[in-house]
T-cell receptor, first 112, second 113 residues
Framework: ELKVEQNPLFLSMQEGKNYTIYCNYS?????LYWYRQDPGKSLESLFV?????AVKQEGRLMASLDTKARLSTLHITAAVHDLSATYFC????????????FGKGTKLTVNP | EPEVTQTPSHQVTQMGQEVILRCVPI?????FYWYRQILGQKVEFLVS????????KSEIFDDQFSVERPDGSNFTLKIRSTKLEDSAMYFC???????????FGQGTRLTVV
């Protein structure tokens, strides 16, 4: 059974600092997604990572995927308050499964 | 920009009542899903639907749950006899193919009292 672990679960950081969120998954998959969720809102797609070594960047966020290590990272550069949200990684179940298995999410708070 | 639309945004129902949650997926998408998120917890898969039939379901999706695509646009989730533990945010999602990301609706908050 596919398991997805994120850490940390809670992250409080100062504006201007850098930090990395980690997402480990337990079985082979080559499709990993990062989503952002604001309180009471839906899930907004941030990145789709489809192959080993994939790296994508959007603004202050950069995501990477290492399928051999079964690890994805979401790196935050020079955080700003607007990045405060909960970030989820999600992995497609293997063996033809279409379901997404989500991590527990990382609640990020960026303090001025 | 196309989006997944869900109605209602909030539904309060008494335990034992039937509820139907409605979704209009993005029009050219082919894969449809329901997920739920109990307050403060992670998002859990309920069911996927492709080619007018259920393609996969989780252990949560028991006989009390059913899905339908009654016409070319709507996708519904029915809970036959609600329980207190069904209280959650229910998200509908759709995607075009097996690779691209799923787009999520804004959710229906279901409260069972």
């Amino acid at each position: 059974e596919l398991k997805v672990e994120q850490n940390p679960l809670f992250l409080s950081m100062q504006e201007g600092k850098n930090y990395t969120i980690y997402c480990n998954y337990s079985t082979t998959s080559d499709r990993l997604y990062w989503y952002r969720q604001d309180p009471g809102k839906s899930l907004e797609s941030l990145f789709v990572l489809l192959s080993n070594g994939a790296v994508k960047q959007e603004g202050r966020l950069m995501a990477s995927l290492d399928t051999k290590a079964r690890l994805s990272t979401l790196h935050i550069t020079a955080a700003v308050h607007d990045l405060s949200a909960t970030y989820f990684c999600a992995v497609k179940g293997g063996g033809g499964s279409e379901k997404l298995v989500f991590g527990k999410g990382t609640k990020l708070t960026v303090n001025p | 920009e196309p989006e997944v639309t869900q109605t209602p945004s909030h539904q309060v129902t008494q335990m034992g009542q039937e509820v139907i949650l409605r979704c209009v997926p993005i029009s050219n998408h082919l894969y449809f899903y329901w997920y739920r998120q109990i307050l403060g917890q992670k998002v859990e898969f309920l069911v996927s639907f492709y080619n007018n039939e259920i393609s996969e379901k989780s252990e949560i999706f028991d006989d009390q749950f059913s899905v339908e695509r009654p016409d070319g646009s709507n996708f519904t989730l029915k809970i036959r006899s609600t329980k207190l533990e069904d209280s959650a945010m229910y998200f509908c999602a759709s995607n075009l193919d097996r690779v691209t990301e799923a787009f999520f609706g804004q959710g229906t908050r279901l409260t069972v009292v």
